[in-house]
């Protein structure tokens, strides 16, 4: 997941880290020691393992023991550098623009503390900086066990980008963790949409509660949350079909699904690979309708990551999970420090 990004990052962090380590060098190189001559190359067409250090690794070694403040001069170039890798990677502006001010106010006048390596402030740097847009993620597990039954969960979003699929494996992960769920076919307007959502509920073993093509989709969610409470059913998660928010028509149906159903949540869906655009969407979305957190889809095909670093700062409400693939259990709780550790933490 993110692999470009990765890629990205860890190629500022290590542009970062030489220009402060450059900065503290001093002027004339030291000379090399030339490798010991009784240890020739076990073969001539590998690559030699115990090569002299490079130019980065004895700077490194050599700051470790030298007095270091990072000045702004020292990081400039570097930071405009990890700006434009930020914004290539379709991180939202005022995002890239809080990481790179957080990552400033990180480095710049702080002293080395003693036996850290330039690279290990960096790292921490960075660090701080992409937690802090990436917000706390929500832990649904915990609202569900601490809210009263039946927590009723409505997923917006527009077409085609995985709400129908997210309801499913979310009904499946809800019920390995030994909770009972129920889904309404609220997408009522799309041909085979309440098909769609009845096979995958037969297969993850949960019961639908579905009326026929064009019926009233607020009707069928009063139903299923009738179902619910009947039943002392734990969750009610409810598929709502495709919209963009300039269709009135169906903007207007969604304001009617909520005053009947009374979400104690509305989900907005969309997915990791539209970028920037998921960002404005959701956007749109919590304007019009109101969203309570995001799930973001299909992270599994995206390389770039700019919509689930942005997502969560850019509408101030939390990522609730990820979509990593078609099966059911293709989907992870969004743990911000999970993913800043996979974008930082080993290569070089
Ligand atoms: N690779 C990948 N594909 C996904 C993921 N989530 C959904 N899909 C696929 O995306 C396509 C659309 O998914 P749906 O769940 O039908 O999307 P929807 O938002 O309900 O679509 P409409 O009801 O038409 O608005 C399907 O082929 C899914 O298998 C994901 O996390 N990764
Ligand atoms: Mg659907």
Known sequence: MFGGLRERLQAARNRLSSSIGAAVAPPAAEPVVAPAASAPAAHPAEPVK???????????????????????????????????TLLESDVALPVT?????????????????????????????????????????FDLNEYIASHPHPVKILFTGVNGTGKTTSVAKIGSYLHKQGFTVVIGAGDTYRAGAIEQIAVHAGRIGIKVIQHKEGADPSAVLFDTVQYAISHKIDVVLADTAGRFHNKSNLMNQLDKIKRVMKPDLVIYVDE?????????????????VGADAIVLTKADMDSRGGAAISIAHTIGKPLMFLGV???????????????????LDGAD
């Open 97 to 137: 623009d809080a990481i790179i001010v957080n990552v400033r106010k990180n480095l710049v006048g702080k002293h080395r503390k003693i036996g850290e390596s330039v690279d290990a402030m960096v790292v921490n740097a960075l660090k701080l900086a992409l937690l802090d847009v990436l917000g706390k993620g």
């Open 50 to 84: 115990n090569a002299a250090p490079s130019f980065v690794d004895k700077v490194k070694v050599l700051v470790l023991e030298r007095e270091l403040i990072v000045s702004e001069k020292n990081i400039a170039d570097a930071l405009s550098e990890l700006e434009m």
């Open 272 to 288: 990791a690979v539209a970028g920037n655009d998921a960002v404005i969407r959701a956007a749109e979305f919590d304007r019009t």
């Open 325 to 343: 693939g078609q099966g059911y259990d293709d989907i992870i709780p969004f743990d911000p420090a999970g993913v800043v550790d996979e974008l």
